[in-house]
C-alpha cells in the first residue's frame, strides 16, 4: 500500500473524517473495506431523519405488495434492531418507527429524540384504511343500512388499536433512554402523547436527569408543576398549556428560553419575569385589549429583568403604549425583538431604554407588496432605530417603509448592520411621458422604461449629489429658458430624483458590513392581473410600488461597491411587466465582482 494512504487505515483518522460527510458518503464509505465499515458505521447512524434521504420513499411504501421482502415491515424492525445502539438523534414521524424502536430493544442511547405526526401522515393512513374498503351498489343500500360494512368497521378498529398500541410504545420507549437530553412530542393531530393523568407525564420527564429541552404541544401541560418536576430544563416550548400562575412563588433559574402560546396579560408577563430570573428568550402572544399596566416594578421588586429576546409570534400583542412606557423600561439588556407591529412609540423606547438592541425581526411578513398597506400609519418606525440603535446588526422587516427624505434627516448610527430587508420609498420617479419629452429635449435617444433613465442622464455623472443649485448650474445645454411651466416641473422633478438617489445610496455604502441588502417587492399577489403568464411559468407580475429607488448605475448603483462582504441582493427586476434595460449591466458591472453573492429578483 502506498504510505500515503495508509494513513486512513487507521480507524481514528477515518472516524474524525465522518462529520464532513454526507449520509449518501457514509452509506458508499462504509462499502469500501472492513476498515472503513466499522469506523464510520456508527457516524452513518448517529443520526436518523425520516424526513431526510430514502425514508420518505421507504415509509410511503413499506406495507404494499412491491416492498414484500424488501424494504418492508420486517425490514424496518431488522434495521433498528441491528443498529439502534448506534442511534443518538432520532426524528419518528410514522407509528411503524415507533414499534420499531421500542421492540428493538436497542434504542437506549437516544439523546436527541423529535416525534412528530403531521396531518398529511394522518390523511395517508386513511387512505390507507379506504383504499381496500369493499364497494358496494349505491343502488341497492338502504338508508336503514349502516354507512360502513362490518368488514369495513373492522378495518377502522384495527388502526384505533394499533395507534393506541403505538402510544403505549412510544412512552415504553421514553422510559428506556437514560441519556435524553432534548425531546421533542409535537404530535399535533394524533391521540399520541396523549394521557389522561399529567403526573404521569411530569414523573417520566423528571426520570430523565439530563434533559434540558422539551417542546410539547400538549393542552394539560402545567409549566409550574413541570419546571418544578424537572428543574434541570433550560429550555421549554409548549404551543398550548396552563397558566402556572404559582411561579411566584418559585423561583427557577435554570430557565433560559421559553416559548408558551398564552393569551397573557402584563401581571401575568412579569410574573414569569420574576419566576424566571435568568430567562434570556420568550415567546409570548400578548393581550392588545386591556388597561394601562403599572405594576411592573412591584411584581419584579423593582429589579429589572436580564431578558434578551423578546418575540410576539402572532398578530395580537401588547399595545403600542403598553411596550413603551410599561414593559421596555425594564429589559435594559434586551437585543433583539419581533413582533408582527413596531408602533411609533415601541421604536422611540427601543432606542431610549434598550442600549444593546441589535435587532427587530418582523414576525409573519405577508407575501405581497399589498400586504404592506396596513403599516402605512407607521411609516418611518424602523428610521428612530436606524438613527438611534448604534449596536443594531439585523433589521428584517420586510413590509416596514422608510421615506427617503424623513430617514435621511439625521445620519444613520448602526454602520455595523448586516442585514437590512425593508422598503426605501418616497423617491421621485418620472412616469413614462415625463421621461419621454426630457428624453427629446436632452436630446438623448435611449428609450426609456418607466423609470427615470434619461432624467439621471440629465446631470454629468461627476456632478450627482450636488447641491440643488449647483444641479441647477450644471445641467446640459438644453436651454432652460423656452421650457414650459410643465417641462421645468418634470426638470425640476429630474433633480430631485438624482439628489434622493445620491444621498440614500451613499448613506447605504457606509454600510461596509452588510451580508444582505433586500430592498426588492414579492410579486406574487394571487388576485391582481397576471402578465407574460403561461401554464408552464405561472408567475404573477404586478407594479412595484412607483416611489423606490431606481437600480441602475445611472441613478448612482454603483456607490454600492463599497459592500464587499454583501452576500444577497434582493431587487426587482421588472417595471410594469417590462424588462429593467440596465438590469443585465447592473449584474455584470456591479454585483458579480462580489463572492458569493445570491440575487433575489421580484
Known amino acids: 500500500m502506498n504510505p500515503a494512504l495508509k494513513v486512513f487505515s487507521l480507524p481514528e483518522i477515518v472516524f474524525r473524517i465522518s462529520p464532513f460527510l454526507s449520509t449518501p458518503d457514509l452509506f458508499s464509505s462504509i462499502q469500501v473495506c472492513h476498515t472503513f465499515n466499522n469506523a464510520l458505521l456508527p457516524a452513518l447512524w448517529h443520526t436518523v431523519d425520516t424526513t431526510l434521504n430514502g425514508w420518505p420513499h421507504i415509509l410511503t411504501h413499506y406495507d404494499s405488495e412491491t416492498s414484500k421482502g424488501d424494504k418492508d415491515e420486517a425490514w424496518i424492525f431488522h434495521v433498528f434492531a441491528k443498529h439502534g445502539h448506534f442511534i443518538q438523534n432520532l426524528t419518528i414521524r410514522s407509528t411503524v418507527l415507533v414499534d420499531a424502536a421500542y421492540f428493538s430493544g436497542t434504542c437506549t442511547n437516544i439523546r436527541k429524540l423529535f416525534i412528530q405526526f403531521s396531518r398529511e401522515y394522518w390523511?395517508?393512513?386513511?387512505?390507507?384504511?379506504?383504499?381496500?374498503?369493499?364497494?358496494?351498489?349505491?343502488?341497492?343500500?338502504?338508508?336503514?343500512?349502516?354507512?360502513?360494512?362490518?368488514?369495513?368497521?373492522?378495518?377502522?378498529?384495527?388502526?384505533?388499536?394499533?395507534?393506541?398500541?403505538?402510544?403505549?410504545?412510544?412512552?415504553?420507549?421514553?422510559?428506556?433512554?437514560?441519556?435524553?437530553?432534548?425531546?421533542?412530542?409535537?404530535?399535533?393531530?394524533?391521540?399520541?402523547?396523549?394521557?389522561?393523568?399529567?403526573?404521569?407525564?411530569?414523573?417520566?420527564?423528571?426520570?430523565?436527569?439530563?434533559?434540558?429541552?422539551?417542546?410539547?404541544?400538549?393542552?394539560?401541560?402545567?409549566?409550574?408543576?413541570?419546571?418544578?418536576?424537572?428543574?434541570?430544563?433550560?429550555?421549554?416550548?409548549?404551543?398550548?398549556?396552563?397558566?402556572?400562575?404559582?411561579?411566584?412563588?418559585?423561583?427557577?433559574?435554570?430557565?433560559?428560553?421559553?416559548?408558551?402560546?398564552?393569551?397573557?396579560?402584563?401581571?401575568?408577563?412579569?410574573?414569569?419575569?420574576?419566576?424566571?430570573?435568568?430567562?434570556?428568550?420568550?415567546?409570548?402572544?400578548?393581550?392588545?385589549?386591556?388597561?394601562?399596566?403599572?405594576?411592573?416594578?412591584?411584581?419584579?421588586?423593582?429589579?429589572?429583568?436580564?431578558?434578551?429576546?423578546?418575540?410576539?409570534?402572532?398578530r395580537l400583542s401588547y399595545s403600542d403604549n403598553n411596550l413603551a412606557l410599561w414593559i421596555l423600561p425594564w429589559l435594559p439588556e434586551l437585543t433583539r425583538i419581533g413582533s408582527d407591529r413596531l408602533g411609533p412609540l415601541t421604536a422611540k423606547a427601543l432606542v431610549t431604554h434598550c442600549k444593546r438592541l441589535q435587532g427587530f425581526h418582523q414576525q409573519n411578513p405577508s407575501k405581497s407588496i399589498y400586504g404592506a398597506s396596513v403599516f402605512k400609519e407607521h411609516i418611518n418606525v424602523v428610521s428612530e432605530l436606524l438613527w438611534g440603535c448604534i449596536n443594531l446588526i439585523d433589521i428584517d422587516a420586510p413590509d416596514y417603509r422608510i421615506d427617503v427624505d424623513r430617514t435621511l434627516c439625521f445620519p444613520w448610527k448602526c454602520l455595523g448592520l448586516e442585514t437590512l430587508?425593508?422598503?426605501?420609498?418616497?423617491?421621485?420617479?418620472?412616469?413614462?411621458?415625463?421621461?419621454?419629452?426630457?428624453?427629446?429635449?436632452?436630446?438623448?435617444?435611449?428609450?426609456?422604461?418607466?423609470?427615470?433613465?434619461?432624467?439621471?442622464?440629465?446631470?454629468?455623472?461627476?456632478k450627482i449629489g450636488d447641491s440643488d443649485e449647483t444641479a441647477a448650474a450644471t445641467t446640459t445645454t438644453t436651454n432652460t429658458t423656452n421650457l414650459t411651466d410643465e417641462q421645468n416641473r418634470f426638470l425640476a422633478k429630474s433633480r430631485k430624483s438624482q439628489e434622493q438617489h445620491h444621498k440614500i445610496y451613499d448613506q447605504l455604502s457606509c454600510l461596509t458590513r452588510l451580508r444582505v441588502l433586500d430592498i426588492?417587492?414579492?410579486?406574487?399577489?394571487?388576485?391582481?392581473?397576471?402578465?407574460?403568464?403561461?401554464?408552464?411559468?405561472?408567475?404573477?407580475?404586478?407594479?412595484?410600488?412607483?416611489?423606490?429607488?431606481?437600480?441602475?448605475?445611472?441613478?448612482?448603483?454603483?456607490?454600492?461597491?463599497?459592500?464587499?462582504?454583501?452576500?444577497?441582493?434582493?431587487?426587482?427586476?421588472?417595471?410594469?411587466?417590462?424588462?429593467?434595460?440596465?438590469?443585465?449591466?447592473?449584474?455584470?458591472v456591479l454585483l458579480l465582482p462580489l463572492n458569493f453573492l445570491r440575487l433575489l429578483v421580484y
Open 123 to 314: 390523511e395517508l393512513i386513511e387512505k390507507r384504511i379506504y383504499k381496500h374498503m369493499e364497494t358496494e351498489n349505491l343502488i341497492e343500500v338502504s338508508t336503514e343500512d349502516p354507512y360502513l360494512s362490518p368488514a369495513n368497521e373492522r378495518r377502522i378498529k384495527d388502526q384505533q388499536d394499533r395507534n393506541w398500541m403505538s402510544n403505549q410504545y412510544m412512552w415504553l420507549l421514553l422510559q428506556q433512554q437514560t441519556s435524553l437530553q432534548n425531546l421533542n412530542l409535537c404530535t399535533g393531530y394524533t391521540p399520541l402523547a396523549y394521557i389522561l393523568s399529567r403526573d404521569f407525564i411530569y414523573e417520566t420527564l423528571a426520570s430523565f436527569p439530563r434533559l434540558v429541552h422539551y417542546e410539547s404541544q400538549s393542552r394539560h401541560l402545567d409549566i409550574g408543576q413541570l419546571v418544578e418536576r424537572v428543574p434541570q430544563l433550560q429550555s421549554l416550548i409548549t404551543r398550548r398549556g396552563l397558566p402556572g400562575d404559582h411561579l411566584l412563588a418559585h423561583p427557577s433559574p435554570s430557565i433560559r428560553v421559553l416559548f408558551v402560546k398564552l393569551f397573557m396579560k402584563c401581571d401575568n408577563f412579569f410574573g414569569y419575569l420574576r419566576a424566571f430570573p435568568n430567562l434570556e428568550q420568550f415567546s409570548v402572544i400578548g393581550s392588545g385589549a386591556e388597561p394601562v399596566c403599572r405594576d411592573g416594578g412591584t411584581i419584579l421588586r423593582n429589579t429589572p429583568s436580564r431578558l434578551k429576546e423578546l418575540i410576539f409570534p402572532k
Open 520 to 588: 426588492g417587492h414579492v410579486h406574487d399577489w394571487p388576485n391582481v392581473q397576471k402578465d407574460d403568464c403561461s401554464p408552464a411559468n405561472p408567475v404573477v407580475h404586478v407594479a412595484p410600488i412607483p416611489d423606490t429607488l431606481e437600480l441602475s448605475l445611472k441613478s448612482g448603483l454603483g456607490q454600492l461597491a463599497t459592500l464587499t462582504q454583501l452576500e444577497v441582493f434582493g431587487c426587482e427586476y421588472r417595471w410594469g411587466g417590462k424588462k429593467d434595460l440596465h438590469f443585465e449591466l447592473v449584474v455584470n
Open 421 to 462: 430587508r425593508l422598503k426605501i420609498t418616497g423617491v421621485q420617479r418620472l412616469t413614462e411621458s415625463e421621461e419621454a419629452i426630457l428624453t427629446r429635449l436632452a436630446g438623448d435617444s435611449e428609450p426609456g422604461c418607466s423609470g427615470s433613465r434619461s432624467d439621471i442622464s440629465i446631470v454629468p455623472t461627476d
